[in-house]
């Protein structure tokens, strides 16, 4: 049969469709070989891409520095928490939950982790039923701790899995929270990875000392899609950080700040205990606080440095210095207390302007008299006391390094204002700012800046690469003056007329100046003598004519039991400084087992004195060699673990002599010689007997190497 012909639309739609294919073939193969050659697909480098994921894959995340006290126990460290997981999908090598096992499972759970067996047992059942992989279980099964995981590792339940998360241990749990502070668990942009990152306080303040640098291992694929490694970047582990804070002292601020807390319900409250020769806060607590361990939610404000309050009658002990220092104080003089008229105005005694008749102004200073310090600055004249107000510091950030810190302000444009002053309202300090001002007083008239931060540790190199050290930021007053301030302030006590004797430290003379300011609303103060609207205060220090330390109380708002509120907060102060300061060196310890090992400390590059406190503090004895200053060598290494009464050596340079060896083991001879760079000669085993050359001998006076010989000590 003869083939019909096609048409010739027909054969024109099939030329066409065959052009087409080949022309979209040609255009694939062409966007292949642009791929092949550039790596690139609308612009976006897939190589780099590749790459990207696969360096994410091999970053070596660097460890968070840990927080310590002043001698090395941890106050924040590294840990992880976990989210559990349980498989329920059938596994050929049988490691999932069966689901006869779920009601086995479901009790072991709620064993652990709290609930309801019901809870675990529907989670598991549901996952069975809808033929999910695995199952998890909400909150009961997030967040858990170490000891949550090692305790269900021990109950070998099969099908169940662990995804550890990084966190941060606060082992003290309510301890200076407001101090330390807190971190969150965020997601890092660059890698996609967990990190740990501050939140407040001196975790948030130092977070970038703390967190440290992620190293990084690059690799890549040759030309026989081998693996080789094109270059890596070191991790660089966060530095640790030791704090001022004194771990006893603390805990007993904490348990005493608990029961004020309870008594009182204050507002807030807040309790800085300061070392006056050195600046260093060696106790501070405020209230509220928390447990960072189980961290918070509400919004958060370190009382400390960032709530700028009018402080009230505590002030007087500013001008107090001021007009001493100006010679405008006559302790003896006598003015008419009650009520003083300035302009259209007036300022009245705590008594509703009762006053006391005439008194003298040590008498005024005993009572708290608002108006005899009125009067004291209009003697100065506004000028002289402004600049006394500017000479302490004050309205100026006392550069602590927290976070959001404030420099307060002040009302001063007219004569009631400036009066005002002179009592402390319409003025607005932080705590830490009439701390600071207050070390000039405690001291010889030198102001110097409270720290809580005493050295930072690189652990990446056993280096300290900060010490903090006594640092005078002014000297307002003279020495002279500080010690009459600190005597006519020894009335607020001890005078006939005082109305702070409960602040009295049994068997040690005290002196200080209490507080009690009025609050500033939008409608105005609040009514004088409304204890539950006011700010009440202390600042105390001991011994009276050489304070060694100093605490200052502050309780805003109290709402229970307000007939006892100098009676609670002289109760705290009292307890907290006889602590203070009957302590010596060996109340500041690392808390450790007695069968527990020791991380021998950074001590290079530290002052001799303080490097020896540190050693003594960590359970363990000290060898020193040298006169010098400052330590330059050690041994054993930083962070090298040991036990408890081993001997560290430090060789501070200089002059370096013999010491009495008799007693010591190889290693202890073997250390000191290395570190004298001195050549031992060794006999016998056991400690040693005898040396050839005489303990106190200088090795400068040409002494090349030393014969020691020992024995085993008869049993």
């Known amino acids: 049969m003869a083939r019909k012909r096609q048409s010739s639309k027909s054969q024109t739609a099939t030329f066409l469709t065959f052009g087409a294919m080949v022309l979209a073939i040609l255009g694939m193969a062409s966007v292949y070989a642009r791929v092949a050659t550039t790596h690139k697909v609308d612009g976006r480098d897939l190589k780099a891409q590749t790459q ?117 241990l606060y082992p003290n749990g ?88 309870e008594h009182l319900a204050p507002e807030q409250a807040l309790a800085v205990v300061v070392d006056t020769k050195t600046g260093n806060i060696v106790a501070e607590t ?79 200073i005993a009572l708290s008299s608002n108006v005899a310090m009125a009067m004291t600055e209009q003697k100065m004249g506004a000028t002289t006391w402004r600049k006394y107000i500017n000479k302490f510091k004050f309205l100026k950030s006392t550069k602590s390094g927290l976070l959001g810190e404030e420099v307060g302000n002040i009302q001063f444009r007219y004569p009631i204002e400036q009066a005002d002053t002179a009592f402390g309202q319409g003025i607005k300090v932080t705590p830490l700012q009439m701390i600071q001002a207050y070390t000039a ?49 020894e009335a607020v006590i001890y005078s006939a007329k005082a109305i702070g004797s409960m602040y009295a430290i049994p068997n040690v003379r005290t002196t200080g100046k209490s507080g009690t300011a009025q609050i500033a609303t939008s409608a105005g103060y609040s009514q004088a003598g409304d204890n539950t609207n006011e700010i009440h205060s202390w600042i105390g220090m001991a011994p009276a004519d050489n304070p ?86 050690q041994y054993p290494a930083a962070g090298t673990k040991t036990l408890q009464k081993q001997k560290v050596f430090i060789n501070t340079g200089k002059v370096i002599t013999v010491p009495n060896m008799h007693g010591w083991s190889k290693n202890d001879v073997t250390a000191w010689g290395k570190l004298a760079d001195i050549k031992i000669n060794m006999t016998g085993s056991g400690f040693v007997y005898a040396q050839s050359v005489v303990a106190t001998t200088r090795l400068d006076s040409g002494v090349h190497e030393i014969t020691v010989e020992f024995k085993t000590p008869k049993k």
């Open 441 to 489: 007083i405690a001291g010889d008239g030198t102001e110097i800046q409270p720290h809580v931060i005493s050295k930072i540790v690189d652990p990446n190199t056993h280096k300290i690469i900060y010490s903090a050290k006594r640092k005078q930021v002014a000297k307002p007053i003279s020495a002279k003056t500080a010690l009459a301030t600190r005597k006519q302030l």
């Open 286 to 364: 405020q209230r509220p606080t928390f447990n960072a361990t189980k961290g918070f939610t509400n919004s958060w404000q370190n009382l400390l440095v960032q709530s700028a309050y009018e402080p009230g009658s505590v002030m007087k002990g500013i001008t107090l210095a001021a007009a001493i220092d100006s010679g405008n104080w006559d302790a003896s003089a006598t003015y008419k207390s009650g009520t003083l008229k300035i302009g259209s105005q007036k300022v009245t005694d705590w008594n509703d302007g009762v006053g006391w008749g005439t008194i003298s102004y040590s008498d005024g």
């Open 548 to 633: 060694r330390y100093m605490m200052y109380i502050v309780v805003k708002r109290p709402q229970k039991n307000t007939n006892d509120i100098s009676t609670s907060m002289s109760t705290v102060f009292k307890s907290v400084m006889q602590q203070a300061l009957k302590m010596d060196a060996s109340d500041n310890k690392v808390v450790v087992s007695k069968s527990a090992t020791i991380k021998v400390p950074v001590l290079k590059g530290e002052n001799v004195t303080t490097a020896k406190k540190e050693i003594a503090a960590n359970n363990l004895q000290v060898e020193v060699l040298g006169t010098g200053d400052t330590v330059k060598a």
């Open 174 to 261: 309510q301890f200076a929270s407001d101090l330390i502070g807190y971190t969150k668990t965020v997601t890092d942009s660059e890698t996609g990875l967990d990190k740990v990152e501050g939140f407040i306080g001196i975790e948030a303040a130092f977070n970038q000392k703390l967190a440290g640098k992620n190293g990084i291992k690059q690799t890549s694929l040759d030309a026989a899609d081998k693996e080789a490694t094109k270059g890596t970047k070191a991790v660089k582990n966060g530095y640790d950080i030791y704090t001022t804070l004194n771990m006893k002292l603390q805990q007993l601020l904490e348990t005493k700040m608990d029961d004020l807390d």
């Open 52 to 168: 990207q994921i696969y360096r994410s894959q091999n970053i070596i995340q660097a460890k968070r520095g840990a927080i310590y006290d002043s001698v090395g126990n941890v106050l924040a460290e590294n840990a992880s928490t976990y989210t559990i997981a349980a498989v329920v999908k059938k596994q050929t090598d049988g490691d999932y939950v069966k689901p006869k096992q779920v009601t086995h499972v479901a009790k072991l759970l709620k064993k652990q982790l709290g609930g309801k067996t019901s809870f675990y047992a529907t989670t598991l059942r549901d996952g069975i039923k809808n033929e999910q992989y695995q199952v998890e279980f909400s909150t009961r099964g997030s967040n858990l701790s170490e000891s949550d995981h090692k305790a269900l590792m021990k109950l070998n339940i099969k099908g169940l899995t662990f995804e550890s998360h990084p966190a941060r």
